[in-house]
Nanobody
């Protein structure tokens, strides 16, 4: 049973930065593509950034140039550096496998609130 534990969220002013972390249990981590998803109130959960097992990355247009996804296979961890945050980035952020059709059970997520 793979477990996902997200952390690093919080309240930040517009233009600020946060770094999210995701700890993944299980030795199969290194062979999987991973992504960060987010879900705002009343909206569906969307993929915002993905990283392949070899390190290739992809981003949603809404976060391109502001967010950076990375991974540390030795630590079974995925990170999301978020810069120039906007109020519309407010959401609960989750990590999981990509594509979403292969997702493991979801973790609790971490709340990111961008507000002055």
């Amino acid at each position: 049973q793979v477990q996902l534990v997200e952390s690093g969220g919080g309240l930040v002013q517009p233009g600020g930065s946060l770094r999210l972390s995701c700890a993944v249990s299980g030795s199969i981590f290194r062979i999987n593509g991973m992504g960060w998803y987010r879900q705002a109130p009343g909206k569906q959960r969307d993929l915002v950034a993905a990283i392949g097992s070899g390190g290739s990355t992809n981003y949603a247009d809404s976060v391109k140039g502001r967010f950076t996804i990375s991974r540390d296979n030795a630590k079974n961890a995925v990170y999301l550096q978020m810069n120039s945050l906007k109020p519309e980035d407010t959401a609960v952020y989750y990590c999981n496998r990509v594509p979403v059709s292969l997702a493991w059970s979801w973790g609790q997520g971490t709340q990111v609130t961008v507000s002055s």
